[in-house]
């Protein structure tokens, strides 16, 4: 699956995109026209979020759950994408098992 940014503003101080989709267990591009610092993603049919910010490995996210507990995944849930990584677009990709079926997710993504 594939989404553009929904929204995006910037303020002179950096640049917020937000969006959401409904997963369907496959790997979901965003191309949002830059590479993200930060981006979270929130599970909101389960109230489960991911966070990545830029400087954690590229393959670490922390995971919070229902319960407010936190851990780090190290599962590549959430990836920066860039042409300077190989990439044809500016943004993030989200893993097939952060994007699963049926459930409803929001995100948001800054530079």
Known sequence: M???????????RGI???GGFTGDGTVTTVNLGF???R??????TDRISQLWVKGMAATTTL???AAGARTANTSSL????SPA?????????IAAA?????KVYVWSAWA
């Open 63 to 65: 995971n919070t759950d």
């Open 39 to 44: 981006v979270e993603l929130i599970n909101v």
């Open 16 to 18: 917020l995109a937000t």
């Open 85 to 93: 990584n190989g990439d044809s677009y500016r943004g993030f990709s």
């Open 35 to 37: 590479v993200p610092k």
């Open 2 to 12: 594939a989404t553009d940014a929904a929204d995006s503003t910037s303020e002179g």
């Open 98 to 102: 952060a994007a699963i079926s049926a």
């Open 78 to 81: 959430i990836v920066e994408r």
